[in-house]
């Protein structure tokens, strides 16, 4: 992973957690993506009232990244409280795999950082949905 250690990507997802908005359900995420320059963008899980307007760490991550003009992912880490670490929502691998495709994906427990474990995109979204634009002039 360039010149990040998948253990310093845990720990700069570890400490995005600490800027999780989680005051319904009280489950904090953090993510960190790394670029391919070895650049570091975190992200932190926002929630809502309504709660279909909540976006994942993850999400949050790779919207920053993007809009950011960053389009070269190396890997991304995600980290939060729950035993062998939080795996993303269906809505967070559907935009992995269209943004970060070739990414490793690497979770952790926020209680047991050490303890890392790695997926590529297309185990976590086999046969996903990558519809390519037509180039119209």
Do not use: W
């Amino acid at each position: 992973m360039e010149t990040v250690s998948k253990r310093e990507l845990i720990l700069a997802a570890a400490k995005a957690r600490r800027r999780a908005v989680a005051p319904y359900s009280n489950f904090k995420v953090g993510a960190a993506l790394l670029t391919k320059r070895g650049e570091i963008i975190a992200g932190a899980n926002v929630e809502s009232a309504s709660y279909g307007l909540t976006c994942c760490a993850e999400r949050v991550a790779l919207f920053h990244a993007l809009t950011g003009g960053k389009t070269n992912f190396v890997a991304l880490a995600i980290v939060a409280r729950v035993p062998g670490g939080p795996m993303p929502c269906g809505a967070c691998r559907q935009l992995l795999a269209e943004y970060a495709f070739n990414a490793t994906i690497c979770v952790a427990d926020s209680r047991a950082v050490r303890s890392i474990k790695e997926f590529s995109v297309g185990e976590l979204l086999p046969g996903a949905f990558l519809e390519v634009p037509s180039k119209r002039g």
